[in-house]
């Protein structure tokens, strides 16, 4: 059984940082393009990043660009989403996605987190 788990969501001021972090089991972690989708109330969910299986290739929606970082963690089961300088725009439920396929779309991905919420605010 796939369980995808997301944790590091919570309450930041503009400017600030989080690191979200999520962890995959029953799969063959290493064998998955991960991903980052957001969704703020009354729209629509959106890719925010996604990593290839190794880790050697990323991609960013434009709105995140030079202020998250992704990365994995192959030995451990886990990718993290470090954010930096947000903002109150990026305040929005969190979620964690492996597929097998590539590309920044909710069709690329099989396997989904329940979210964790992260709240932009001062």
């Known amino acids: 059984q796939v369980q995808v788990v997301e944790s590091g969501g919570g309450l930041v001021q503009p400017g600030g940082s989080l690191r979200l972090s999520c962890t995959a089991s029953?799969?063959?972690?290493?064998?998955?393009?991960m991903g980052w989708f957001r969704q703020a109330p009354g729209k629509e969910r959106q890719g925010v990043s996604c990593i290839s299986w190794s880790g050697g290739t990323t991609d960013y929606a434009d709105s995140v660009k030079g202020r998250f970082t992704i990365s994995r963690d192959n030995t451990k089961n886990t990718m993290y989403l470090q954010m930096n300088s947000l903002k109150p725009e990026d305040t929005a439920m969190y979620y964690c996605a492996a597929g097998r396929r590539w590309g920044l779309t909710k069709s690329a991905f099989d396997y989904w987190g329940q979210g964790t919420q992260v709240v932009v605010s001062s």
């Open positions: 029953g799969l063959t972690f290493e064998a998955f393009t």
